[in-house]
């Protein structure tokens, strides 16, 4: 068999418009007072109250207050958006684009943000745009897309501000200028949205025009550290593994990787791991390696699911199982990895092995090859003609 890869830390960085999420209530720190709240807000909310029916179903789905239950907001929500409540409408539409407590329902989703939008919720205007640019539940239209966060950004809606600037950055749906996407990504950064502070460090660093400033992009990317970014956090310590104008520093690659992974980040998880499986910076220690990636991969992270599937397919820190192996590069593949993309095509060249089919894996080499992949490219031209796609 020819070498299975992996996918190593990276400055790459994938960068999309930000949804919002489900609206909270937001407490007191006095529990007798909210006690108080709670028990008003119950009883408004028996009588039909469609504000007080909003705002428990809000705290449920959020567990803001009260314990989380998606069973319980929905049951609340329901009823105060037939009575035509925007904050029911919008916390409706995410739930079900994220199938909290219902099957998701890309459509439905977006039939609630709509009549949200309509009633004035700049949330749902925003998650309208979301919906547009990638075709969640309606037709995909850039073009539409923008137009819903140029809107809702000029009502003061901050999320929608960063927004506009990604979309600026790379001409989707109206015309690239990174001057105007700067100027987006400052505007919201200056009024507290993290996101837009880490794509202002990103676009800084990473840009090859007139406007690439290293310290201006560090700046960014640690002021967004400081808000709580994991991304930040992570593409720090991915500079500082890769040595990205800068000295190489293993060590501080893993400090900034262990803050971003107590956020959350499913990268940094892929990140430390891949530093524990190589021994960078730290002693090597494969169990610490699986542990990482499995977390990660759990996550849905890709590279992690690749990474993983390599140690099981070598058996290292773990027994060797193919078909974890398998399963794992097949689920990284959906993502379009092109990594597990390769080596699930080496599997399925492997003549002894039960995943034998030289057709699919022509078909996935080809994928990597106009992705740019040298070592698929190569592999492809060693394949008999007759098994190439189409044949």
Known sequence: MNAVIQHEPSTDVVITT??????????????????????????????????SLAKLGAMHACGDGVPKNYSIALSLLRPAADKGHPLALYNLGVMHARGLGTEADPEMAFKFYTRSAALGCLDALNNLGVCYQHGFGCVRSLALAFEKFREAAGRGYVIAVSNCGYMKELGLGTNLDEAEALEHYRSAAARGCVDACYNLGRLHI??????????????????AAGMGSGEAYNLLGCMAYKGFKMARDYDQAREYYLLADALGNAAARNNLAWLYQHGYGVPKDL????????QSAALGYSSAQCNLGYLYLHGQGVARDLSKAFELFVQATNAENTTAMFNLALLHLEPDSSYHNPARAASLLKKCALAGLVEARQLLAEIPPETAPGA
């Open 206 to 223: 990473f840009t090859e025009t007139f406007y690439n400033d290293f310290n201006l992009g560090r700046e960014a990317l640690l002021k």
């Open 287 to 294: 169990e610490k390696a699986v542990h990482y990636y499995t």
């Open 18 to 51: 930000l949804a919002g999420q489900v609206t909270p209530t937001h407490y007191s720190d006095s529990a007798e007072y909210n006690d108080m709240l709670l028990s008003l807000l119950r009883q408004s909310a028996r009588s039909g109250n469609s504000d």
